[in-house]
Every structure is written in structure tokens, then in C-alpha cells.
């Protein structure tokens, strides 16, 4: 008996678990909790960030956005449509007052408001999903490569999709349109932040046409959809600038940029996508209800760009995150119904093991609070020692550098010296030029000398990772090095200054986002 009665507390303790996990508040305060422990773990610095500062700092000194680019040497497309430049204003203003601590802070918020915006559109979805804690947790997480790196552009889109998605849910439940109604003005910011734009248009599009198969299409949902595809007229560019500027740009082939690559050709990120997926399908096969068409629509759209194309992944774990409970709890039912007393004991150990979990990362998360060292950006993949160099002297020229780096070199160097290419690749660049630059490092071969002669750069970047080979022999007679340390070769022109040569680490400089110009 007393056997027994330690197995029936036991069992009591695990159900009041089972209750606390499908509690509303406590999902609103805890899956935030642990997207903000995932993200406080790391903060690498994106290689992209430089430069969307550069254009905040540029433009707030200007006091307009300017239409020309002034950081590189090599060609540029004649019109610069720069269509994430609000975003780097307030990147901008954040690391100009916070510097590295309010980049960080400003990317935890960023999550946490977008995971709060799922659940609010989630419970509004289905109110009665059962599994809500457990599947939002997993998808969220799947989907951290939309915040990890410090910060990204697209953070400001993947917020404002789930908060479309609450708007588009009360209007559907309860034909409620005035949500959805002020979502253009959700479009004039979307528009000038980043250039998920287009996803939003797909959305409102989907609503449309979901709206008319049914028979329910309104005149202000009409409205609704025309003011989303006017809201380039408020950009700097107009809609003769920037609409063919978009469509370009989302049927641009980026082979040599990762996330631009299928989902399978990550083959740990294709079979966990490939999990949660069959999940919802299985309970799209075995729901007995109603399928709602919208919902279902934007599962497979999202799903298809994530399987497209790496970098949309995070877009398709936040819509199955919103519109896959109900299949989830299908497929559930389901498994359950077949053997009742396992799937019993299985869901009493699972939220044990999620609260133990939990109660551990909270315990992680205070003491990451706590560190120093959480608020300071991981510069490792980047050459500080060499482009500190170079600023150090005061050399003016024109600086070879790769693809990643340039956007680094771009906002220390900058106005003294301009970069070849940065990854502002579709809005600044064209293909000739960001080919021609990657040929311009293999000297070795004829198109690649020729592109460094079209070129005609006064100083040549090589990182030590990308050095399979001796640079001043790659480079020819023409060349010397000029400066070197673990991490990067810097080359100048034959009659330079002799080398400069250290095997120190150089920290990261103070006035890190203290510009020249």
C-alpha cells in the first residue's frame, strides 16, 4: 500500500505539471524565458551588420538616404535602393548610445516579442490546443537562426509576421477588420526595414484569395490588400524604384551564399524540419473537423519557401508554430488513442522532464544575466588586428576584401578607404562585380588576374582561413606584405612600408561604433 501511495503522489505531482504547462500565462512567461537563454548563450556579430550601421550613420548625417553608394571602389548599380535603411537607423542609434549591450538587448527583445506575438496568435488559433507549450517551444527554437546572430534585419520581419497572423485570425474568426485594417501602416515600416515585405504580400494575397474561394471577400479586405501593394510609395525610391528592385532581388541566384541554399543541403536542419512537417500532415490526414483553408495554405507555402531556401525557415516554424496546433492534436489523439495508459505515462514523464529543464536553464539564464561577458559581441570571424592596422596609419586607397569582411572594413575604414564589396549584394553590387571580386583572389589563374587588374585596388585584405596559399607568391612581384598577424595578411603595393608583424591578439577597439565619418 504505502508502495502505492507514493506511486499515486507521484503521479498526482506529474498531472498538476501536465496542468501548469498548459497554463496560458505560464506559456507567455516561459517560452520567452527560454528563446532569451538561447540567445544570451552567444552573440556573434553578423557580417552584415557593419554596413546597415554605416547606412543609419550615413543617412542621420545626411538628414535624407542617399541613392548613391559611397563606400565601395568597384562598380555599383546606379540607383543604391537600399530597401533595409530604417533598419540600420535604429541599429544605429542603439550601438551609437549602448554599443555592443543594446545590439544584444535589442535582439533578445526583438525574440521575445515575436515568440509572444505566436502564442497570442496560436491561442487565438485554437484556444483548445492541449500541446501548445511543448510545440510552440520546439518550433521557436528551431527557428533561433532568425535571431542568433546580432542583429539582422529580418528580426524586424519576423515579428511583424506573427503579428499579421493575429490580425488575420480575428478577422477571420470573428470578421473583426479593424486589426487588419491598420496593418498597411505595419506595411510602410515592414517596407523600409527589410525585404520580407514581399512575404507579407504574399500573405495578405493568400487572405484574398482564401476569402474569394470561400465566398466572403469583402470590400475592405480588397482595400486592405491594394494599401499593402501601394506602401513602396512611402520608401525613398517609389514604386518604379523599388518594386522591380524586389523582384529581382527574390529571383537573384546567390550560389555561394549558404543561406540561400536548399534546406537538405543541412542535413541536421532538413531531418528536425522534416520531423515537425509529418507531424502536421499526419494530423492533416487524420483530422476529423473542419480544415480551415487559410491556415492550411500558409503552412504549405511557408513550407515550401523553408525547403527552397535555408534562410526561410524561421518563416515556416513560426506558421506551423500559429497554424499547426489543431493538426498537431490530431495526430496526437491518434497516437494516444492507441495505447492509452503508455501515452498516459510517456506525458507524465515528459513534463517532469520539461519543468526539470526549465528550472535548469532559468538557473543558466541568471547566471548569463549576470556575466560581463554576455553583452559584448564575438568579433572571431572578423580581422580586427589587420583593419585596426590600417586605420591606425591614416592610409587612404582602395581595399581587395572578401565577401564576409567587407562590411567590417567598410564601417571602420570608411571614408580613408573604400572596400571592393560587402554583402549588400542585391542592393548595391552587381553580379559582374561580386564575381570579379572572388576572381580577384585567385591570381593564379588568367580571369583572375585580369580581375584584379580591372580592380586596381592600393591594399589587398587575405584572411589566414582563406590562405591556402603563400600571398606575396600568389599575388606577383607586384605586391608585398604589409602587415600580418594570426588572422589576416594585409598587401600593398612593391615600394610600401616595411612589415609590420604580430602574434598578439588585438581586442576589439572602444570606439568600435564611433565612425568617421
Not at 510552440?136 to 503579428?163: E, N
Amino acid at each position: 500500500m504505502a508502495t502505492m501511495s507514493v506511486t499515486e503522489k507521484f503521479e498526482q505531482l506529474c498531472d498538476r505539471l501536465r496542468s501548469l504547462l498548459k497554463a496560458p500565462l505560464f506559456i507567455l512567461w516561459a517560452i520567452p524565458l527560454i528563446i532569451t537563454w538561447r540567445l544570451l548563450i552567444s552573440s556573434p556579430a553578423d557580417p552584415d551588420l557593419f554596413a546597415r550601421v554605416a547606412m543609419g550613420r550615413l543617412t542621420l548625417s545626411l538628414n535624407y538616404v542617399p541613392l548613391k553608394d559611397p563606400f565601395a571602389f568597384t562598380p555599383t548599380i546606379p540607383t543604391w535602393v537600399d530597401h533595409e535603411w530604417l533598419s540600420g537607423v535604429v541599429f544605429y542609434l542603439i550601438a551609437a548610445g549602448l554599443g555592443d549591450a543594446g545590439l544584444i538587448i535589442l535582439k533578445v527583445a526583438l525574440a521575445s516579442l515575436s515568440v509572444l506575438c505566436v502564442v497570442a496568435a496560436s491561442q487565438r488559433y485554437s484556444p483548445e490546443f492541449a500541446g501548445r507549450f511543448v510545440w510552440i517551444t520546439l518550433c521557436v527554437l528551431h527557428a533561433a537562426a532568425a535571431w542568433t546572430s546580432t542583429v539582422r534585419c529580418q528580426a524586424f520581419t519576423y515579428l511583424f509576421i506573427p503579428m499579421l497572423y493575429w490580425a488575420m485570425i480575428e478577422y477571420r474568426r470573428e470578421r473583426h477588420i479593424l486589426p487588419l485594417a491598420l496593418s498597411p501602416i505595419l506595411a510602410i515600416a515592414w517596407v523600409n526595414m527589410h525585404g520580407g515585405y514581399a512575404l507579407g504580400c504574399v500573405l495578405i494575397a493568400l487572405l484574398v484569395g482564401t476569402e474569394l474561394i470561400e465566398r466572403r471577400l469583402s470590400r475592405g479586405l480588397l482595400a486592405i490588400a491594394a494599401a499593402w501593394a501601394l506602401a513602396p510609395i512611402f520608401t525613398p525610391y517609389g514604386l518604379t524604384e523599388f518594386v522591380p528592385f524586389l523582384v529581382e532581388s527574390l529571383g537573384m541566384r546567390r550560389p555561394g551564399i549558404i543561406e540561400w541554399l536548399p534546406l537538405h543541403s543541412d542535413g541536421i536542419a532538413f531531418a528536425l524540419t522534416v520531423s515537425l512537417a509529418i507531424s502536421i500532415v499526419f494530423g492533416i490526414l487524420t483530422r476529423r473537423q473542419p480544415i480551415d483553408l487559410f491556415g492550411l495554405a500558409v503552412i504549405f507555402c511557408s513550407g515550401y519557401c523553408a525547403f527552397r531556401h535555408i534562410r526561410f525557415l524561421p518563416f515556416f516554424m513560426i506558421t506551423a508554430a500559429v497554424f499547426g496546433g489543431p493538426y498537431v492534436q490530431a495526430a496526437f489523439d491518434t497516437l494516444l488513442s492507441l495505447r492509452p495508459r503508455l501515452a498516459t505515462a510517456t506525458l507524465r514523464s515528459g513534463a517532469l522532464v520539461c519543468i526539470t529543464l526549465i528550472g535548469v536553464g532559468a538557473l543558466h539564464l541568471l547566471v548569463l544575466i549576470a556575466s560581463p561577458r554576455t553583452y559584448k559581441l564575438n568579433y572571431a570571424n572578423f580581422p580586427v588586428g589587420a583593419v585596426e592596422w590600417l586605420r591606425s596609419t591614416q592610409t587612404a586607397g582602395r581595399l581587395l576584401v572578401d565577401f564576409n569582411a567587407g562590411s567590417y572594413a567598410l564601417w571602420r575604414l570608411y571614408p580613408n578607404m573604400k572596400v571592393s564589396v560587402d554583402g549588400r549584394y542585391e542592393a548595391c553590387y552587381p553580379e559582374e562585380t561580386v564575381r570579379d571580386n572572388a576572381l580577384a583572389f585567385r591570381p593564379d589563374l588568367a580571369v583572375g588576374r585580369a580581375a584584379l587588374e580591372r580592380f586596381e585596388p592600393t591594399h589587398i585584405l587575405v584572411q589566414r582561413s582563406d590562405d591556402a596559399m603563400n600571398p606575396v607568391t600568389a599575388f606577383g612581384n607586384g605586391w608585398r606584405v604589409v602587415y600580418r598577424d594570426r588572422d589576416a595578411v594585409v598587401l600593398g603595393q612593391s615600394g610600401a612600408a616595411e612589415t609590420v608583424e604580430t602574434t598578439e591578439v588585438v581586442s576589439v577597439p572602444g570606439d568600435m561604433w564611433n565612425p568617421r565619418f
